[in-house]
């Protein structure tokens, strides 16, 4: 089992920042997938970015390459989504995922997930 517990998440203005954090526990995180997910209301929920077990590759939506940044810190057991230049449309629960089998851009795709952090982006 793997447990995943997002924060970071809050309110800021269009064009601003803000890092999410991922703590993972409960199995070896240097083994695992990991991915940030993202569910706005009434939507369905969609990748955002993902990175291999070994940091050699990294995987973004379209909609927020050149924006966002995944990365992972194993000795912290943490995976980590840098946010700038945010969008209203950027507004969602954002969602932490873990797996051992790869990187997958569909929510089915991944075993473990967290219970989310909310990022709000004002205009």
């Known amino acids: 089992q793997v447990q995943l517990i997002e924060s970071g998440g809050g309110l800021v203005q269009a064009g601003g920042s803000l890092r999410l954090s991922c703590a993972a526990s409960?199995?070896?995180?240097?083994?695992?997938?990991m991915a940030w997910f993202r569910q706005a209301p009434g939507k369905e929920r969609e990748f955002v970015a993902g990175?291999?077990?070994?940091?050699?590759?990294?995987y973004y939506a379209d909609s927020v390459k050149g924006r966002f940044t995944i990365s992972r810190d194993s000795s912290e057991n943490t995976v980590y989504l840098q946010m700038n230049s945010l969008k209203p449309e950027d507004t969602a629960a954002y969602y932490c995922?873990?797996?051992?089998?790869?990187?997958?851009?569909?929510?089915?795709?991944?075993?473990?997930w967290g219970k989310g952090t909310l990022v709000t982006i004002s205009s």
């Open positions: 995922a873990a797996d051992v089998r790869g990187v997958e851009t569909g929510a089915d795709g991944w075993d473990y």
């Open positions: 990175i291999s077990w070994n940091r050699a590759i990294t």
């Open positions: 409960g199995r070896t995180f240097s083994r695992l997938y």
